[in-house]
């Protein structure tokens, strides 16, 4: 029997779910189980927790329903769970190192208790830590174990599941449960300290809490504010039933109605008015039923309060409460009023917001207007055949108003006509962020794109890296443009776990594919070779792309690569594609490779697709371009001369030398060397290029396009969409070089 089993419900959450589980699975204290609890089996969470089954007997994985929510898992944990004692984490919390050893040798030091309270730490997700929480329950604590009349500050209805270690014979023999519902820990709380013949105290911080960037839902505006109420009934009723010293009942009544004189008093947790005044007239009727007899109600402002609840008037508990807040209001009003003055110009944006919102019409951006490319032009294309009652707009940038298809109006950014359709479209579609100045208007759709699957850091994951995010601006805006996003696309787990974390918010992830890569799978031989002919590619040369990425150490662009020397030691049977990071352009000081045919600048052709294609193998660093190119299944080399500086620079998830898509060369020599001995389209290369695929091409199968615009200008559930064709069945785009497969 192990020491501990670990409850981790792992029903949501991708990004932090992985940090949860590795901070119990690297404990130095290892006589126990993690029992992780999924909801959908085929979800990126099950398979979060079964990668880490695979690998470590210790994990167990249970199920439960997730419309069961919480409770339901925490249930389904401990019915199967085997260990002595019971441990709960939600999937963003974290145990701290060495949090199980402390835990065995104080559960016995006290004599092996029946509760264990210990401390938690909130941690908030960007700016850390809080220290200790539960301080109150130190203070005067009894020494060794103790009942729960014992201790001054017990029960505390506040205290969560998370912070506290339970004999699990004890859970057993109470028939302890969790209940439906939210605030499922107050009743948790209560009944296991009343029960609990032997208490015992931990001042140790032992959990980290994330306290995620929309909050604890506790706190969230809604109708589950109701379910406080559900729970205050049932935990009297349930403490009254176990006949509780008078005392302790009254401690209990007491810091429930404080929950619930704080709900009532704070306007933004219930929808309506409506709402309001139905929570005060049900916890007035509560108030009165559980009041103990023998209580006395507490001095000051907080026993007006209660009196006030009592007597069932919310009229006068409302002019209690706007007393406070009345000064507040009117500051705020003058502010607004102040604010609007100053903001009244000749922008026609305001008063294009006046009119409806156009529900057939969809605006289109990529790249801050560079024109029709990347994902936002292949959801388009898809649109026009599948939704053609929508009408759509391309945004451009001044100078970048190129070829547009023959029925797609293009608006310059900043323009009249700009400011009309950013205020009236029912949809957005971005592969980067629109300007601050737009709102987002309720009713409205916005599709973040991406524009491709990360390597480096990204979003508030840069945090830790001051001169790359310095380039991406300041987070707190960064995060207001995240707050306008309603889905944000995704080609992999790898990206969708990466985005929850580094792009915190409430949009839908959608695990469809990026529609862009849509070309690698319906593009034919023909297709190739036209687009070779377009770009000037030699029908019998070995078309090789190189594709470096952009470096926040240096400020212009420099090939890592002496592209001459290097263009000289591959031979006449190869041509180099240039394409350069999309920050920069043109190939200066390279005119001679130019003109000898060896190398070919594409950095200024719009479609990165095409250049893709018309190669038949892949030289890049840390492009994100490597995970798009894995779609062809077409050889890719590493040029990783600089790792270490950019690793440290812009900070990565993952070791690419480690993992890589094929051969990676240290040296511009050994870069040669892989192509002159043939080791770029070796066994060796198909192997790493293999394992690559199944990791990084998860969802792009041809169909992602579809997708999107099924789900978002359709309005189709996620269930109905096209399923995701498997990797063996899916036959990429021919290479025009037949001579290069093994």
Sequence with gaps: MPRFSVVVPAHDGPGRLPDCLDSVLGQAFADFELIAVVGDPDGLCASIVASRAERDPRVRVAHSPAGDGLPGARNAGTAVAGGEFLLFLDGDDTLVPGALGILDARLAESGEPDLLLFDHERVHWFSGGTGPTLGRLWEDAPAGTFSVDQHPALPDVWVPAWSAAYRRDFVTRRQLTFVPGMFTDTVWSVVTTLQAERIAVLDRICVRHMVRRQGSRNHLPGLHHMDLLDQFDLVMRRAGELKPDPALLGRVFDQLVGGVLKTAATPGRLPSRAARRHFFRRATRLYRVHRPADSRRPGGSVGLQHA????????????????????????????????????????????YLRRPVDENLAVYSSYWGRGYTCNPAAIHAAARRLAPHIKSVFLVAEGHTGPMPDDVESVVIGSARYWQVMATAKYTFNNVNFEMAVKKRPGTIHVQT??????????????????????????????????????????????????????????????????????????????????????????????????????????????????????????????????????????????????SGALIDVTEHLSPEE????????????????????????????????????????????????????????????????????????????????????????????????????????????????PVVPLAERAPAPAAVRALHD
């Excluded at 790898?494 to 992830?509: F, I, L, N, Q």
């Excluded at 469809?512 to 319906?522: K, L, M, Q, S």
């Excluded at 001459?564 to 190939?587: I, K, Q």
Aim: charged share 25%; hydrophobic share 40%.
């Design 308 to 351: 006030v609840l009592a007597s069932g008037s919310y009229a006068a508990f409302s002019a209690l409460r706007g007393t406070k807040a009345r000064a507040g209001r009117v500051a705020r009003f003058v502010g607004r009023c102040l604010r609007w003055l100053r903001k009244r110009s000749g922008n026609p944006y305001r008063a």
């Design 611 to 722: 250049v893709c294609l018309a190669s038949d193998a892949l030289i890049t660093d840390y492009s994100s371009v490597m995970f798009d190119y894995a779609n062809l299944d077409r050889p890719v080399v590493v040029y990783a001369d600089d790792w270490d500086i950019y690793r440290e620079t812009r900070g990565v998830y993952f070791d690419l030398l480690a993992t890589p898509p094929g051969p990676v060369a240290r040296t511009q020599e050994d870069l040669a060397r892989i192509f002159r001995s043939g080791e770029w389209q070796g066994r060796t290369s198909a192997r790493l290029r293999h394992a690559f695929r199944r990791r990084f091409c998860e969802f792009d199968d041809g169909l992602a396009a579809e997708r999107v615009v099924r789900r978002v200008l359709l309005g189709e559930p996620a269930g109905a969409l096209p």
């Design 450 to 595: 991406q524009h491709g699957t990360p390597l480096k850091r990204m979003g508030v994951d840069l945090v830790e890296y001051p001169a790359a995010a310095a380039a991406t601006g300041p987070l707190g805006k960064l995060l207001q443009r995240v707050d306008r996003w309603d889905f944000n696309i995704s080609s992999n787990h790898h990206s969708t776990e990466v985005w929850d974390r580094a792009y915190p918010g409430t949009y839908e992830s959608l695990d469809v594919g990026y529609p862009r890569n849509d070309a690698f799978y319906t593009s034919t031989g023909e297709d190739v070779a036209a687009i070779r002919r377009r770009l000037g590619v030699p029908e019998d040369r070995i078309a090789v792309l190189y594709a470096p990425t952009h470096r926040d150490y240096r400020t212009d662009f420099l090939p890592q690569l002496d592209l001459a020397a290097f263009c000289r030691a591959l031979g006449d049977e190869f041509v180099v594609l240039l394409r350069a990071h999309h920050s920069y352009e043109g190939s200066a000081g390279l005119e001679g490779m130019l003109r």
